[in-house]
């Protein structure tokens, strides 16, 4: 059972421009969650998805974030014009939301650096 | 709103000593889940453990043991006998009922020295 992979697992990019990362759960979780760690924090939420639906953004997703989890299997996160505050480890999770009860498998990160 | 307190930022202890991660939730829901996570060096978010409002049965799994208080509204985490490899940032972790977002804690760094 492969667990949740991210990649890039590194990423340096330039203000201003556009970044995307990819997640792949474990196969047959249902649910998926994205969440930004900044230095020295403990990781907070930003969106997650019930296969394809995307059922709750957090506040801190600004207009210039997007996800998208298409056919309820990988899902992307896109960063239209980065700024040096979005400099950040963004981790994904999923979980098989089961009889009501879940637990979240996070994968490694990608951590992306704006200069 | 939820929140979870980990007043301890770092622990430097010997090998061998044991220690005792510290944290302490806010909710107004009756039924949530309790969670800790272990993030080494690497990164990756490992999960140790979940625990649901209704169950205050400590539990030991190995070095690893969890006291959990309902009347304090603490989680608390002992490893027994440190070990190097135990260096890592605990988070301690709340969802405010059965299948939503995790609300973390800051984290407490372990150091282990040999």
């Known amino acids: 059972d492969t667990g949740v992979s991210q990649n890039p697992r590194h990423k340096i990019t330039k203000r201003g421009q556009n970044v995307t990362f990819r997640c792949d759960p474990i196969?047959?979780?249902?649910?998926l969650y994205w969440y930004r760690q900044t230095l020295g924090q403990g990781p907070e939420f930003l969106t997650y998805f019930q296969n394809e639906a995307q059922l709750e953004k957090s506040r801190l997703l600004s207009d210039r974030f997007s996800a998208e989890r298409p056919k309820g299997s990988f899902s992307t996160l896109e960063i239209q014009r980065t700024e040096q505050g979005d400099s950040a480890m963004y981790l994904c999770a999923s979980s098989l939301l089961k009889q009501g009860t879940e637990t979240q498998y996070f994968g490694p990160g990608t951590r992306l650096l704006v200069l | 709103a939820q929140k979870v307190t980990q007043a301890q930022t770092e622990i430097s202890v010997v090998e061998k000593e044991d220690v005792t991660l510290d944290c302490v939730y806010e909710?107004?829901?009756?039924?949530?889940?309790l969670f800790w996570y272990k993030q080494p060096p690497s990164g990756e978010l490992v999960f140790l453990i979940r625990?649901?409002?209704?169950?205050?049965q400590n539990e030991i799994s190995g070095r690893y043991s969890w006291n959990f208080q309902k009347s304090t509204s603490s989680f608390n985490f002992t490893i027994t006998a440190s070990q190097v490899v135990d260096s890592a940032v605990y988070f301690c972790a709340l969802t405010r009922n059965a299948g939503n977002m995790l609300t973390f804690g800051g984290g407490t760094r372990l150091m282990v020295k040999p």
């Open positions: 909710t107004r829901d009756t039924t949530y889940y």
């Open positions: 625990r649901n409002s209704f169950d205050e």
């Open positions: 196969s047959e979780h249902n649910r």
